[in-house]
């Protein structure tokens, strides 16, 4: 079970960037807020947060389950007026959504589970209004073969390092994994530009726990020492995953 100080650790990075992209894509008014789409947002890990700032947060997931929590949630935070759930996926994301409707897509652990990446990266395209913003997260294939090599399993690691998808076998519960070179390029091919790239995880998935959880400060220092290597080409490489922000 992952604790919630490592949970930050690994997600602070991509709040932290996804808010100053936001920050520029701000309306004349201050207070208007922003529409965001949080495509399989699931139970509002960054889709509250963002409407306790004022966005109007549309959730696109297709657990009933996920939207429920997702209803309590905003609840709780009083932010029910400005966070809507919808049950679907992402081949239906235009009709859901609206073409031309949103100010910001989010899609984070998402791309490596649709049916069709290239069909779902035009729909986010056609949600976003001109000069949107698209915040990607995606499964890295370099990490996945470092972890199985560091594991002991070299037959596993050489086959993810040369499997089109990234997958070391028939039974990886990941249906794919992106490298930096092939996901910018299907970016590029369904109309967006790309103008940031960070490395997530980094460090978080090879620190001990168990250092994480007992040594005093240590969340702090690896938090630190994840933004610092986060835009290192060579560190990036090696990221568990790849947080892209563009624009449409």
């Known amino acids: 079970m992952v604790d919630r100080r490592r949970r930050s650790v690994r997600t602070a990075l991509v709040g932290e960037a996804l808010r100053v992209a936001l920050a520029g894509r701000g309306r004349t008014d201050p207070g208007a807020g922003l529409d965001i789409v949080d495509l399989g947002g699931g139970t509002g890990g960054f889709a509250v947060p963002l409407a306790v700032e004022g966005h109007r947060v549309t959730v696109v997931d297709p657990s009933p389950d996920a939207l429920a929590s997702l209803e309590r949630r905003a609840s709780d935070e009083g932010v029910s007026k400005l966070v809507r759930g919808v049950q679907g996926d ?5 009709g859901l959504a609206g073409e031309s409707s949103a100010d910001a897509v989010l899609c984070h652990g998402v791309l490596e589970v649709v049916d069709d990446p290239v069909q779902a990266l035009q729909a986010m395209a056609s949600v976003l209004r001109e000069g949107g913003v698209l915040s990607l997260l995606v499964a890295q294939r370099n990490a996945v073969v470092l972890a199985r090599a560091l594991a002991g399993h070299l037959a596993e690691a050489r086959i993810a390092l040369q499997d089109p998808d990234g997958r070391w076998g028939a039974t ?4 794919r994994r992106f490298d930096e070179a092939g996901i910018t ?3 590029a091919d369904a109309g967006f530009m790309v103008h940031t790239v960070h490395g997530v995880r980094t460090f978080a998935d090879l620190v001990p726990s168990a250092f994480v959880d007992s040594e005093p400060g240590a969340a702090d220092s690896l938090a630190e020492l994840e933004r610092a290597a986060s835009q290192h080409p060579a560190f990036r490489a090696l990221a568990t995953q790849l947080h892209i922000l ?3």
């Open 172 to 175: 990886d519960p990941m249906p």
């Open 90 to 94: 992402a081949t239906e994301l235009p």
């Open 246 to 248: 563009a624009t449409r």
């Open 185 to 187: 390029a299907q970016l």
